[in-house]
C-alpha cells in the first residue's frame, strides 16, 4: 500500500511507539517489575494491541484468496497468548513491528527519491512571444512555444533546439556522467540542465506528457510491483505454511506438547524471507533506475537475469541509427540535382531512417524540401504517389519498385550490385517507369558492439540474432563483425513477429531488444521486452517491461550484472533461512529452547537476510576487457 508523505510519517511514529512499548513491557516483565496478578490484564493488553493488525493484515489476505507469512505468525501470536508466554508474545510482537517498519522506510525511500526527483523540476519558463521573453509559470506554457534556456538553468520542456549550442547534463535521466553537447534540431528534455551555452527550443512536449514527468509516474507505478515481489514471497508461504500446519497438527496430536508445537511453530515462520525478499528487488530496481535502466516490475527483473536468447533490432540497436548517404547518382537526361530535390519533397513526408537521411542530404546541398503532391508510403518498403506534374513517382527498395512494375536496367543492376559488395542500402528513385536516381546509403555500428555481445555471452546469452529489413550483404557483414548467431534479412515489420515467435519456447527466456517505435509489436510479445533509447520514445514507455534511457547497447550488461545479482542473493536469503531454521529446529527438539527462547532466536536471525538484502545498495558495475568479453577486476565507483 502507497502512503502520502504525512500519512507514512504517521505510521511510522505508530510502529516506532509500538516498538518501543513491547521492548519495555519485554524488559519489565524480565525484571519483575509487573505484579503477577497484573500481568494478565497489563500484557494481555499490550499483547492484543499487537494482534491486532497481524489479524487485520491475514484476513485481508484471506478474503483475496491468499495465504501469507501473517497466518503463521497469528496462529503463534495466539497459541502464545492463550498459553500466556509473555516473553514470546512480546518477542513475536516486537520483530513484526521492526518488520512493518522496515517496509516503512523502504517506501520512504522511495518516496524521497521521487522527491528528490521533482524537485528538479522548474516552476517558470523565458519563453519569446511578440519579440519579447517573458517569464510564465509551466502550466502556461503551450505546444510551439519558443523557450529561451540560459546557463545554470533547467530545461522546463521537451523539445528541439531551434537556435544556439549548449552543453547539457542528463544524467537525472540517463544516468550518463559525462554532459552531451546539443545543437539546432537536436532532442532536449525536460529537468535536464544546461551547464553551458544558450538554446532556444521549440517546445513539443508539456507537462505530464513529458519524458521528466511519464519517468516520474514509471517510478510510482513501479512500487506496484512491490505488491507483485511479496506475492513471490507468498507464493512460497502458501505452500510454507500449509505443510508447517498439518505438521504442527501432527506433531500435537503425537506429542500433546503444547509448547513444543510453539516453540517450532515460532522458529519456523517465515517473516524474514516475507521482508528480505521483496527488500532485495526494491533496492535492485533503483539501482538500475539511478543507471539509466527503468525496469516496470520485479518479475522482468528477474527474467533478465535468466534471458538465454536475445534478439536484437539492427538499425538504432547494433547501429547508431543514422543513415546517412554515402553516395548518389544519376541516370538518364535528369541531372543529380534534380533527382536530390524531388527525392528530398518525397522524403520529408517519411520518418524511415533512409527517407531522413536522403532529405538532410538533399538538404545540406542547399535544395528545398518543401512537400507537395499527394503520395502514400508502404512501411519498411518505399513511397510512391503523383507529383504537382501529375508524375507517378516511386521511392524505395529495387524489390518495390520492381513490384510497382518499373524495370532495373542492366546499368541500374550493376550500380546496385557494386554498392551491395560496399555493404551499403540502395534506394531508388523513378519517374514514371524510368529509374532517374539511386542513393547508396550505410550506418555506423555502435562502439564496442563486439564486446558487449562476447561478453553477454559470458553472462550466460547462449544465442543472440539479429533482425533487420536490410539487405542480405549488410545483415551478413555486421552478424559476421559481432559474431552473432543467426541474422534474418529483408523483413518487413510483420515478419519480424513471426521470426521472434519461432525461438519462443517455454525452454528458453527470450528477450526483444530494439528502438520501442518500429520494434514495439516485438518488444510486446518478447518473453523480455526491452526497448532502447526510451529518451523522446513513446511508444518505448508504453511497450517494454524494460527500459534503457539512453541509447547505450553497453547498457544491456549492467542490466544482466544486476538481475543476476539480486536472484542471487534471494538464492542466498533461501538458503540462510533454511539453515537457520534446521539450526532452531534442532535446538526445539533437544530441548534447549522453550516458546520464549524460539521466539527470541527468530527475532534475532531474521536481521541476517535482511542484511543481505541490504548489501545491493552497495552494487558496482563491472568493467569488461574489450578483448575477451570478460570481466576485469577494477569495478566502477559504487551508487
Not at 520542456?157 to 547534463?169: L, P, S
Not at 528530398?344 to 538533399?362: D, E, F, M, N, Y
Not at 509489436?521 to 534511457?549: K, Y
Request: aromatic residues 6%; proline residues 3%; glycine residues 6%.
Amino acid at each position: 500500500m502507497n502512503y502520502t508523505p504525512s500519512e507514512s510519517k504517521k505510521l511510522l511514529s505508530l510502529e516506532v511507539g509500538l516498538l518501543c512499548l513491547f521492548t519495555a513491557a519485554l524488559l519489565a516483565y524480565l525484571l519483575g517489575a509487573i505484579p503477577e496478578q497484573l500481568r494478565i490484564f497489563i500484557l494481555g493488553g499490550i499483547s492484543l494491541v499487537g494482534l491486532y493488525p497481524v489479524l487485520k493484515s491475514t484476513a485481508r489476505s484471506l478474503r483475496n484468496k491468499k495465504i501469507n507469512v501473517d497466518l503463521l505468525a497469528s496462529i503463534a501470536l495466539v497459541f502464545s497468548l492463550l498459553a500466556q508466554e509473555w516473553e514470546s508474545v512480546l518477542f513475536i510482537n516486537a520483530m513484526l513491528s521492526l518488520a512493518r517498519i522496515f517496509g516503512i522506510i523502504t517506501e520512504r525511500r522511495v518516496q524521497n527519491s521521487l522527491e528528490s526527483l521533482r524537485k528538479l523540476k522548474p516552476s517558470v519558463a523565458h519563453v519569446l512571444r511578440n519579440n519579447q521573453t517573458i517569464t510564465v509559470p509551466i502550466a502556461d506554457l503551450s505546444l510551439g512555444d519558443l523557450v529561451l534556456v540560459n546557463l545554470g538553468e533547467q530545461i522546463p520542456v521537451d523539445g528541439r533546439v531551434t537556435e544556439g549550442n549548449a552543453t547539457v547534463d542528463q544524467s537525472s535521466l540517463t544516468g550518463e556522467s559525462v554532459p552531451v553537447l546539443l545543437a539546432k534540431n537536436d532532442m532536449v528534455l525536460a529537468s535536464t540542465l544546461v551547464v553551458s551555452g544558450n538554446i532556444i527550443i521549440s517546445t513539443e512536449k508539456i507537462g505530464t506528457q513529458t519524458i521528466f514527468e511519464r519517468m516520474i509516474s514509471l517510478v510510482e507505478s513501479s512500487q506496484g510491483a512491490k505488491t507483485r515481489m511479496k506475492t513471490l514471497a507468498e507464493r512460497f508461504a502458501s505452500w510454507y505454511i500449509g505443510i508447517m500446519l498439518v505438521v504442527s497438527l501432527v506433531l500435537y496430536l503425537v506429542t500433546g506438547d503444547v509448547k513444543l508445537v510453539l516453540a517450532v511453530v515460532l522458529v519456523v515462520c517465515a517473516d524474514d524471507i516475507a521482508i528480505a525478499i521483496p527488500l532485495a528487488y526494491i533496492v535492485a530496481m533503483g539501482t538500475a533506475a539511478k543507471r539509466g535502466i527503468l525496469i516496470k516490475g520485479a518479475d522482468f527483473l528477474e527474467r533478465a537475469s535468466k534471458i538465454s536468447t536475445l534478439i536484437v533490432d539492427k538499425t538504432g540497436t547494433l547501429t547508431m541509427g543514422q543513415l546517412s548517404v554515402q553516395d548518389a547518382r544519376s541516370f538518364g537526361n535528369i541531372p543529380l540535382s534534380q533527382v536530390l530535390e524531388l527525392s528530398g519533397v518525397i522524403c520529408s513526408r517519411s520518418t524511415h531512417p533512409a527517407s531522413k537521411a536522403i532529405a538532410r542530404h538533399a538538404t545540406e546541398q542547399g535544395l528545398s524540401c518543401k512537400a507537395s503532391g499527394v503520395f502514400q508510403e508502404t512501411e519498411g518498403q518505399g513511397i510512391a504517389g503523383v507529383n504537382q506534374q501529375n508524375q507517378k513517382i516511386t521511392l524505395g527498395k529495387p524489390k518495390f519498385l520492381e513490384e510497382q512494375g518499373i524495370p532495373i536496367t542492366p546499368e541500374i543492376a550493376s550500380a546496385i550490385t557494386e554498392a551491395l559488395s560496399k555493404s551499403r542500402s540502395v534506394t531508388l528513385i523513378a519517374v514514371e517507369k524510368n529509374i532517374v536516381g539511386l542513393f547508396e546509403l550505410s550506418d555506423k555500428l555502435r562502439p564496442d558492439v563486439d564486446r558487449t555481445i562476447a561478453a553477454l555471452r559470458k553472462s550466460g546469452v547462449k544465442k543472440i540474432v539479429m533482425l533487420t529489413g536490410d539487405n542480405e550483404h549488410v545483415a551478413k557483414t555486421i552478424a559476421e563483425h559481432g559474431k552473432l548467431n543467426a541474422y534474418h534479412a529483408n523483413l518487413l515489420p510483420e515478419h519480424k513477429v513471426s521470426i521472434l515467435e519461432t525461438y519462443l519456447n517455454k525452454k528458453e527466456v527470450v528477450a526483444m531488444l530494439g528502438d520501442g517505435v518500429n520494434d514495439a509489436a516485438c518488444i510486446t510479445r518478447a518473453d523480455v521486452g526491452i526497448a532502447m533509447g526510451g529518451i523522446g520514445s513513446d511508444a518505448a514507455i508504453n511497450s517494454a517491461d524494460i527500459i534503457l534511457m539512453n541509447d547505450d547497447f553497453a547498457k544491456l550488461l549492467e542490466l544482466r550484472d544486476i538481475a543476476q545479482r539480486v536472484t542471487n542473493v534471494a538464492y542466498q536469503n533461501f538458503a540462510i533461512w533454511a539453515v537457520i531454521n534446521i539450526l532452531g529446529l534442532y535446538f526445539v527438539f533437544a530441548g534447549v529452547f522453550d516458546p520464549k527462547d524460539a521466539a527470541a532466536y527468530n527475532f534475532l536471525t531474521d536481521f541476517i537476510p535482511v542484511a543481505n538484502a541490504l548489501r545491493l545498495y552497495q552494487y558496482k558495475a563491472k568493467r569488461y576487457n574489450n578483448n575477451t568479453g570478460r570481466p576485469d577486476n577494477q569495478k566502477l565507483a559504487s551508487v
